[in-house]
């Protein structure tokens, strides 16, 4: 049975502070790897997705990593700002249509 | 485009009542997703609809069900319910695949009192 695991669950950063976020996972057969964003209340927003086959992908002041073999995956943020403030959660499937298995998350606090 | 809409956004039930959620996805998904989000459990999967057929099935008892309708509008029910079926539900739509980018509704709130 897949479990993805996030540490740390929660992380207090000062504004302007580059940060890495961690996800581990337990079976490496995995078709792709998110990461999502969820503000206090609210759903989640897609952020990033790696395909399998993928070693990273990057969007604006995000950079995701997956290391399939070794189980795991980083998400780091430049220059962090107040509005990056949330939790973020990864999530993993399998080939076949199979559902997203998510880890708690990492609340993230970015004090201005 | 509009995103994934769900209905009610909040609601109170009693236990032992019944409760239907709605969810409308973006336009031309097919797939549509349920989970339950708890502060203790995390976001836990329900059940998945695709071309109104339920693709994949969670380990939560029968009392939560589901269903998909020709515009892919999926419902969810879940019967007598109990205290701790309080939690935050979410509905995600996809275009088909589990490679595509999945996207999120801003969830209905359930409390059971």
């Known amino acids: 049975k897949q479990e993805v695991t996030q540490i740390p669950a929660a992380l207090s950063v000062p504004e302007g502070e580059n940060l890495v976020l961690n996800c581990s996972f337990t079976?490496?057969?995995?078709?792709?790897l998110q990461w999502f964003r969820q503000d206090p209340g609210k759903g989640l927003t897609s952020l990033l997705l790696i395909q399998s086959s993928q070693r990273e992908q990057t969007s604006g002041r995000l950079n995701a990593s997956l290391d399939k073999s070794s189980g795991r995956s980083t998400l780091y943020i430049a220059a962090s700002q107040p509005g990056d403030s949330a939790t973020y959660l990864c999530a993993v499937n399998r080939e076949g249509n199979t559902p997203l298995v998510f880890g708690k998350g990492t609340r993230l606090s970015v004090i201005a | 485009k509009a995103g994934v809409t769900q209905t009610p956004r909040y609601l109170i039930k009693t236990r032992g009542q019944q409760v239907t959620l709605s969810c409308s996805p973006i336009?031309?998904?097919?797939?549509v997703s349920w989970y339950q989000q708890t502060p203790g459990q995390g976001l836990q999967f329900l059940f998945e609809y695709f071309s109104e057929t339920q693709r994949n099935k969670g380990n939560f008892p029968g009392r939560f069900s589901g269903r998909q309708f020709s515009n892919s509008r999926s419902e969810m029910n879940v019967s007598t319910l109990e205290l701790g079926d309080s939690a935050l539900y979410l509905c995600?739509?996809?275009?088909?695949?589990?490679?595509?980018?999945?996207?999120f509704g801003e969830g209905s709130w359930l409390t059971v009192v």
């Open positions: 079976d490496s057969a995995i078709y792709n």
């Open positions: 336009s031309g998904h097919r797939s």
């Open positions: 995600a739509s996809s275009l088909q695949a589990s490679g595509n980018t999945i996207y």
